[in-house]
């Protein structure tokens, strides 16, 4: 299973361990939306590659 992992902001060290727990074992990948102009047509192609697409805060 691959996951995509989408950051609203900075992860915390809470986020970071979560992430770490969730992916375990399994393909992951990361997109930050926290920069100034996120490339929305590279997380539309991400989102489709991926089987699961977790966003955090």
């Given at each position: ?11 915390t060290d809470d986020t970071k361990k979560l ?39």
């Open positions: 299973m691959k996951i995509l992992n989408v950051y609203r902001s900075a992860p992430v770490e727990i969730v992916c375990q074992d399994r393909e992951a990948d990361n997109f930050d939306l926290n920069v100034d102009s996120p490339d929305y047509d590279t997380l539309v192609d991400k989102i489709m590659a991926a089987d699961k697409t977790i966003c955090w805060w």
